[in-house]
């Protein structure tokens, strides 16, 4: 029996035994995480009454983990004093994520019970544009002046340090501008009466607050740092972006990219979460567009209806061609989407990622021709066959690969996620240009 049936187990027992202080006592010891996603097993009442038996920052800190129905269901049980003991505990940029999923009146009710200068911060961060740097930064850090000495920015630290999200990474302002940043660490290793301004680093990295929130991403990426400073028109740093948010970014990019890559629309909602016509809705544009793409090959078969009547054997060798074809394609255009996402790849570099690709694909089509071939040869005995169907798969891996490599490329020039010229859709463009390749290559060895 594994850890979390073993917790579940227990708990659910001395919740039916009533068994109050054993709760409490065996919860105190779980992680947040862990509690969060044990109280999705239980029913609505059971889940606010188990909530109420946490420690106050567990309690906190365990909310923050739960997803939005969870947490409205628990605002909704809440008298007003616990809900503002919840508020008091979250950060900022929290609050403002479980705002922007919660109906109009719960929204109001969580605004009522933050105290003014919260409800002030919230509201200019849901100002920003959605999917902004300014969406996900927190206003709680630690700003230091230039002029201060090391010791009394440590003194700074201890005094404000326990009510702001991180104290890893300390900000210099000059005026509200950001002049530079310094570490705890630097902090640790300096003499006491060195000034901040003797040690911070003014080499800075930091991001606009209507940035791209997958720029941002990339940035935590690149550099490898544990938060962003967010700074206005003016270079005023108006928050930071910490790396657990970035994380979160990271992972719904990521879920977008997969959807897409699909043929899918991307949906904010879990599986199970997402009703059936919801779901509908999500596929059903893309399978149409693919579905009639699909026509152009029934097209393509009857306008060549007389070679195969001639050479019915021809039929029988498409669905290879074919799919040799798609999975060439969707092995070049996984590898280009994933080189745009981590910038490795340029919109600039379609000439050099072409010739790549056209340099891998004679030698994989060469391969690939020759074992095909010499099939052929072993169980038809038909030379002309073995070698119409050679020179179509070295032109359909070739083209396939080109073509793999070339549409997430173009997607990205023309401001569309290349993640859409993946799988179905390259696959079916493919298709069809491996079908026409195959009946012209044929109608030129063969006497029809």
Same mark, same amino acid.
């Given at each position: 029996?594994?850890? @979390? ?7 659910? @027992?001395?919740?039916?035994?009533? =068994?109050?202080?054993?709760? +409490? @006592? ?33 309690? $906190? !800190? ?6 939005? %129905? ?23 940029? !929290?609050?403002? %994520? ?14 009522? =019970?933050?105290?003014?200068? $919260? ?22 850090? #630690? ?12 003194? &700074? ?18 005026? +509200? ?5 310094? $570490? ?22 930091? #991001?606009?607050? /209507?940035?791209? +929130?997958?720029?941002?991403? /990339? ?37 977008? !990219? ?73 092995? $070049? ?19 050099? #990622? ?19 071939? *010499? &099939?052929? *040869?072993?169980?038809?005995? =038909? ?42 859709? #390259?696959?079916?463009?493919? !298709? ?17």
């Amino acid at each position: 029996m594994d850890e @979390e049936t073993l917790l579940y187990e227990l708990v659910a @027992e001395y919740l039916q035994q009533k =068994n109050f202080s054993k709760l +409490r @006592e065996l919860m105190a010891n779980e992680y947040p995480a862990d509690l969060a996603q044990l109280f999705t097993e239980f029913q609505e009442k059971d889940v606010l009454l188990l909530y109420r038996l946490l420690p106050k920052e567990l309690a $906190s !800190d365990t909310f923050s983990y739960m997803d939005s %129905d969870m947490q409205e269901n628990l605002i909704n049980g809440f008298s007003d004093k616990e809900l503002r003991e919840v508020l008091d505990q979250t950060f900022i940029d !929290d609050t403002v %994520d479980m705002i922007e999923e919660m109906p109009a009146n719960v929204v109001n009710r969580i605004l009522r =019970n933050c105290d003014p200068q $919260s409800r002030n911060a919230i509201n200019q961060i849901l100002k920003y544009p959605e999917d902004s740097a300014g969406t996900l930064m927190t206003i709680e850090y #630690v700003n230091l002046s230039k002029e201060l000495t090391v010791s009394e920015a440590i003194s &700074r630290i201890r005094k404000v340090g326990p009510n702001k999200e991180t104290i890893y990474t300390c900000y210099v302002t000059e005026a +509200r501008k950001l002049i530079g940043i310094v $570490s705890v660490k630097d902090l640790l290793i300096a003499n006491d009466d060195e000034l901040i301004s003797d040690i911070m680093e003014t080499n800075l990295i930091f #991001v606009n607050s /209507h940035e791209d +929130r997958e720029v941002v991403a /990339h940035q935590f990426q690149k550099y490898d740092i544990l938060a962003l400073p967010v700074v206005d028109a003016e270079e005023r740093l108006v928050g930071i972006i910490t790396f657990d948010d970035a994380m979160d970014v990271i992972q719904e990019e990521n879920t977008e !990219d997969f959807s897409k890559m699909a043929a899918m629309t991307p949906s904010d909602d879990s599986y199970f979460k997402t009703g059936v016509f919801a779901q509908v809705k999500n596929r059903i544009f893309w399978l149409l567009v693919l579905m009639l793409t699909s026509a152009i090959t029934g097209i393509i078969i009857n306008q060549f209806e007389k070679t195969i009547e001639a050479i019915p054997i021809l039929v029988s060798f498409m669905p290879m061609l074919t799919g040799t074809g798609g999975n060439c394609s969707s092995q $070049s255009s996984a590898l280009i989407i994933r080189g745009l996402a981590l910038d490795e790849i340029k919109t600039g570099d379609v000439l050099k #990622v072409l010739w790549k690709e056209f340099r891998i694909a004679l030698v994989i089509s060469t391969i690939l021709a020759s074992v095909n071939g *010499l &099939r052929i *040869l072993i169980f038809y005995q =038909n030379p002309i066959l073995a070698l119409v169907l050679t020179i179509s798969i070295v032109a359909t891996v070739i083209l396939s690969k080109l073509i793999g490599g070339l549409l997430p490329i173009a997607a990205k020039k023309i401001h569309l996620d290349p993640a859409v010229m993946a799988g179905p859709l #390259v696959t079916t463009i493919v !298709d069809t240009c491996a079908t026409l390749l195959y009946f012209v290559i044929a109608i030129q060895f063969f006497d029809i």
